[in-house]
């Protein structure tokens, strides 16, 4: 395994050399890396630094980069842990030559899980978390992050395997993105509830082929009865754009509002807020002090994200556009319209064509154009 030193934050480390002519690095090489993550990797260094988290695991850690880089430039207690035997000679190497205070483990991620505990516990596998979800639970005393990039499952696009692991039921529209989103965090909350402990999104975003999760975890059954209110459905009009949300374990039936035909449904699923505003703000305070590699990438997205408005799905400009055969104006003038109505209105992080918007139809159509 040839190696090659790099550096992502603060942080120097060595990773193996990747082949440029590879769009992802084979989940088959002795030790992973992928240097596409970095901003996944870069939002979870400003989230920590607005946390009050004493330890940290890194429960599949590959080459370690994200307990090293916690480490070093959160001044966090770190063990970075992985199941491949493969991964412990890098781990060495970079525990001793870049940040000597980490402890290495080399256990399957359940099993140290289920015997430890750490403030907050990071969960980065192969395609879904859906497995370690149980024991995560358990294991993170305050804080859980998760990323998924099993997009396909969690958007509807492989129906059955998304039902499978997450037991719920997502429709690939134009808002896929969002829905995969909110299906994993349904997922984690109905993990976590059981367990009679709340759980409250802080910052969660979609991107490329991956989805990342940042949740804050509390303990006693009202805070988890307070997060199952937050479960429930979307409808989806099987003829017009309308939608709507609906709250609870059991999914009703009803009629499209506005054309009177049968609605798709999507979920169980996540119909809170997925970020909150104050967390994007201190990570965004935190961007000048990091040297992150992926600034401007960054602070473009969490922007996005903090004007976007909670409901749980975003029209797409364009599919309205065709639905209703006009040519419209820009985005950013149909979101200024809607405003100076009196609606709210905003981009989305998920697609650049996106729009969320408590108007009703009528009126974003006439915005349109
Ligand atoms: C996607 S990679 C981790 C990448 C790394 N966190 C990063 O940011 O570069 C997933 C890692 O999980 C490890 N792994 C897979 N199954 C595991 C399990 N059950 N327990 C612990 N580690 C596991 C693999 O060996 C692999 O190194
Ligand atoms: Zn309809």
């Given at each position: 395994?040839?190696?090659?030193?790099?550096?992502?934050?603060?942080?120097?480390?060595?990773?193996?050399?990747?082949?440029?002519?590879?769009?992802?690095?084979?989940?088959?090489?002795?030790?992973?890396?992928?240097?596409?993550?970095?901003?996944?990797?870069?939002?979870?260094?400003?989230?920590?630094?607005?946390?009050?988290?004493?330890?940290?695991?890194?429960?599949?850690?590959?080459?370690?980069?994200?307990?090293?880089?916690?480490?070093?430039?959160?001044?966090?207690?770190?063990?970075?842990?992985?199941?491949?035997?493969?991964?412990?000679?890098?781990?060495?190497?970079?525990?001793?030559?870049?940040?000597?205070?980490?402890?290495?483990?080399?256990?399957?991620?359940?099993?140290?899980?289920?015997?430890?505990?750490?403030?907050?516990?990071?969960?980065?596998?192969?395609?879904?978390?859906?497995?370690?979800?149980?024991?995560?639970?358990?294991?993170?005393?305050?804080?859980?992050?998760?990323?998924?990039?099993?997009?396909?499952?969690?958007c509807g696009s492989h129906l059955k395997a998304g039902m499978r692991r997450y037991f719920a039921r997502p429709l690939n529209n134009e808002y896929h993105s969002e829905m995969g989103l909110r299906i994993l965090l349904g997922f984690?909350?109905?993990?976590?509830?059981?367990?009679?402990?709340?759980?409250?999104?802080?910052?969660?975003?979609?991107?490329?082929?991956?989805?990342?999760?940042?949740?804050?975890?509390?303990?006693?059954?009202?805070?988890?009865?307070?997060?199952?209110?937050?479960?429930?459905?979307?409808?989806?009009?099987?003829?017009?754009?309308?939608?709507?949300?609906?709250?609870?374990?059991?999914?009703?039936?009803?009629?499209?509002?506005?054309?009177?035909?049968?609605?798709?449904?999507?979920?169980?699923?996540?119909?809170?807020?997925?970020?909150?505003?104050?967390?994007?703000?201190?990570?965004?305070?935190?961007?000048?002090?990091?040297?992150?590699?992926?600034?401007?990438?960054?602070?473009?997205?969490?922007?996005?994200?903090?004007?976007?408005?909670?409901?749980?799905?975003?029209?797409?400009?364009?599919?309205?556009?065709?639905?209703?055969?006009?040519?419209?104006?820009?985005?950013?003038?149909?979101?200024?319209?809607?405003?100076?109505?009196?609606?709210?209105?905003?981009?989305?992080?998920?697609?650049?064509?996106?729009?969320?918007?408590?108007?009703?139809?009528?009126?974003?159509?006439?915005?349109?154009?």
């Open positions: 395994m040839e190696l090659v030193e790099v550096k992502e934050g603060k942080t120097r480390f060595l990773v193996p050399i990747l082949d440029e002519n590879q769009n992802f690095p084979p989940a088959g090489a002795p030790v992973f890396f992928n240097k596409k993550m970095e901003l996944n990797r870069d939002t979870t260094i400003l989230m920590l630094k607005c946390l009050d988290a004493e330890s940290y695991l890194d429960a599949m850690s590959a080459t370690g980069v994200r307990g090293i880089r916690v480490y070093n430039e959160c001044g966090i207690k770190a063990t970075v842990n992985d199941k491949s035997a493969d991964a412990i000679p890098l781990l060495e190497y970079n525990k001793d030559t870049y940040a000597p205070d980490i402890e290495i483990t080399n256990l399957d991620a359940n099993v140290i899980m289920n015997e430890r505990r750490f403030d907050a516990v990071d969960i980065d596998p192969f395609g879904t978390p859906a497995p370690f979800m149980d024991a995560a639970a358990g294991c993170a005393k305050k804080y859980l992050f998760i990323t998924a990039t099993d997009t396909a499952p969690l984690a909350v109905r993990e976590i509830v059981k367990y009679d402990r709340g759980v409250e999104p802080l910052f969660s975003f979609a991107r490329e082929h991956f989805v990342r999760i940042y949740l804050k975890l509390s303990y006693g059954a009202g805070k988890a009865d307070k997060a199952m209110e937050n479960i429930g459905y979307i409808h989806q009009c099987k003829k017009c754009p309308y939608r709507t949300e609906q709250k609870g374990l059991l999914a009703e039936t009803i009629v499209c509002e506005e054309c009177g035909a049968p609605m798709h449904v999507a979920g169980p699923l996540w119909l809170g807020p997925v970020s909150k505003k104050e967390i994007i703000d201190g990570m965004l305070a935190k961007i000048p002090e990091s040297e992150l590699g992926t600034q401007a990438k960054i602070e473009k997205m969490l922007n996005i994200c903090r004007e976007e408005l909670d409901s749980s799905t975003f029209y797409d400009y364009h599919v309205l556009s065709r639905y209703w055969k006009v040519s419209p104006v820009a985005v950013d003038t149909v979101i200024q319209r809607l405003k100076e109505k009196g609606y709210s209105a905003s981009r989305v992080h998920y697609a650049g064509t996106g729009i969320k918007t408590d108007a009703p139809l009528n009126e974003i159509r006439m915005a349109l154009t």
